[in-house]
């Protein structure tokens, strides 16, 4: 069965450093793999996506994240955060895009 | 990116009565899906919505509760039937844009409905 794990409950971090989200999976093949981030009161963005090909995926807002076939991860790291990065963080994993699970989010938090 | 809205934005019900929620997507997709969200929690699916017939439940969700209508390609319904407190939730309706042959299937999301059941 699949599952996500997304280690990180909240993380902390001042506006200009820099962020790695963490995000492990179990899935048998190479799965989807997706970045969303949700704000406040928001629904879900995409920000990234990877599902074959090279391996370091760039996405929206400055962010990117690397398929480690090894590891199970497919983390999210960003080298200078913003303030308006504040949200929560969902990895997803699945066969296919039609079929996702998702991880239990991550709380990032910017301080000035 | 398919363009996707919803309605009601949020809600405050009373216990024991149904919202009715309204998916509405910009174009033509094949696979409308609807998420709860409970607070702070991540995302669980509650069924695929499929167009010209009975949406497809996941595990632990029955019809008689969240009634789903798909009457076209664009647009989709949940119901929350006989509502209680538990189900206080984000109602998240996304659909699957197929149209990025090279780029992969991918799941996009409305801005969700917060309902608050008293």
């Known amino acids: 069965a699949q599952s996500v794990t997304q280690p990180d409950i909240h993380i902390t971090v001042s506006e200009g450093a820099s962020l790695e989200l963490r995000c492990n999976y179990s899935?048998?093949?190479?799965?989807?793999l997706f970045w969303y981030v949700q704000s406040p009161g928001q629904g879900l963005q995409l920000l990234l996506k990877?599902?074959?090909?090279?391996?370091l995926v760039q996405g929206i807002k400055g962010f990117e994240a690397e398929f480690k076939r090894s590891q199970s991860s497919f983390n999210l790291r960003k080298p200078s955060v913003h303030w308006s990065d504040a949200a929560e963080y969902f990895c997803?994993?699945?066969?296919?895009?039609?079929?996702?699970?998702f991880g239990t989010g991550t709380r990032l938090t910017v301080i000035p | 990116s398919a363009v996707i809205s919803q309605k009601p934005s949020r809600d405050i019900c009373q216990r024991g009565t149904s919202l009715t929620i309204q998916c509405q997507v910009d174009s033509q997709v094949t696979m409308m899906f609807w998420y709860r969200q409970q607070p702070g929690q991540s995302l669980t699916l509650i069924a695929t919505?499929?167009?010209?017939?009975?949406?497809?439940?996941e595990s632990g969700f029955v019809i008689d509760k969240f009634p789903i209508s798909r009457p076209n390609l664009t647009f989709s319904t949940l119901t929350v039937s006989n509502m209680s407190p538990e189900d206080s939730s984000i109602y998240l309706c996304?659909?699957?844009?197929?149209?990025?042959?090279?780029?992969?299937?991918?799941?996009?999301f409305g801005p969700g409905t917060r309902l608050t059941v008293l």
């Open positions: 990877y599902f074959s090909g090279d391996t």
């Open positions: 997803a994993v699945g066969p296919g895009a039609n079929n996702l699970f």
């Open positions: 996304s659909v699957l844009d197929n149209s990025g042959v090279a780029s992969g299937d991918t799941q996009y």
């Open positions: 919505a499929n167009q010209g017939s009975e949406a497809t439940y």
């Open positions: 899935y048998g093949a190479t799965p989807y």
